[in-house]
């Protein structure tokens, strides 16, 4: 289980955005806020550190989502 950090894009003033998730299809926890999120996607030097959890992504409610 390993954490993932890749380039999503950029918004409109040019910044860059990147989207952590787990490579094993788990939730991650913001450890600053405690919160818990599918993926993240924050900005270039933005000091959020991220643990992966036991709770595993329900693949159905992401299909339902879109």
Do not use: C, H, P, W
């Not at 910044?15 to 913001?30: A, G, M, P």
């Amino acid at each position: 289980m390993a954490i993932q950090k890749e380039l999503f894009g950029e918004n409109a003033d040019g910044v860059k955005l990147y989207r952590t998730f787990s490579d094993e299809n788990r939730k991650i926890l913001q450890v600053e806020t405690g919160i818990i999120f599918d993926d993240a996607v924050d900005i270039e030097g933005a000091e959020f550190t991220y643990l992966e959890t036991d709770g595993v992504i329900d693949q159905t409610e992401k299909i339902n989502a879109n």
